[in-house]
T-cell receptor, first 111, second 117 residues
């Protein structure tokens, strides 16, 4: 069974703080990892993807991948109220043409 | 990123009628598209995988005769909800797969809100 797990939240952080979102996956051979942001009533929007172990930074966002531990995380620095949304972790398992989505973590940034 | 366009954004139909939702890849060719359904405050649920020029692959529990998928060209997939009922009211989202050397990336359309009255 190919699974992607996330804490459902809600995760609440004060404005300006760092929000840390975590995701674990079951397929050790997974190769591609994605973070999507979904605002209420809207479709998911790709924020970042990461393929290699380590950190990948894009503006206020940093994705971290640890394949040995089978987890991927997303850090949001200087969190803003506009970052309040549900964040979906997605994984492309090895030899599988579908991308598996986690249930999402709801983030609330408090002004 | 790649652009996926979905139409209509909102649709209201009467119970028993059929409604078609279109999903287009605007700046790339998509051999594979995916259709999802999402109820309020719930996770994305994959309904089917749409492959250009062949029959769609449906996930377990999804009625293929009720949710007709056609992927006749490399830029267009359609989902037709036949004999719609109020319980079919949901947010339907399509996505397209863009392949790269390191794997696939999924880009979503804007989504379509279906209300069956």
């Amino acid at each position: 069974q190919k699974e992607v797990e996330q804490n459902s939240g809600p995760l609440s952080v004060p404005e300006g703080a760092i929000a840390s979102l975590n995701c674990t996956y079951s397929d050790r051979g997974s190769q591609s990892f994605f973070w999507y942001r979904q605002y209420s009533g809207k479709s998911p929007e790709l924020i970042m993807f990461i393929y290699s172990n380590g950190d990948k930074e894009d503006g206020r966002f940093t994705a971290q991948l640890n394949k040995a531990s089978q987890y991927v995380s997303l850090l949001i620095r200087d969190s803003q109220p506009s970052d309040s949304a549900t964040y979906l972790c997605a994984v492309n398992p090895a030899s599988y043409d579908k991308v598996i989505f986690g249930p999402g973590t709801s983030l609330s940034v408090i002004p | 990123g790649a652009v996926v366009s979905q139409h209509p954004s909102w649709v209201i139909c009467k119970s028993g009628t059929s409604v078609k939702i279109e999903c287009r890849s605007l700046d790339f060719q998509a051999t594979t598209m995916f259709w999802y359904r999402q109820f309020p405050k719930q996770s994305l649920m994959l309904m089917a995988t749409s492959n250009e020029g062949s029959k769609a692959t449906y996930e377990q529990g999804v009625e293929k005769d009720k949710f007709l998928i056609n992927h006749a060209s490399l830029t267009l997939s359609t989902l037709t909800v036949t004999s719609a009922h109020p319980e079919d009211s949901s947010f339907y989202i399509c996505s397209a797969r863009v392949g790269g050397s390191s794997g696939n990336t999924i880009y979503f359309g804007e989504g379509s809100w279906l209300t069956v009255v």
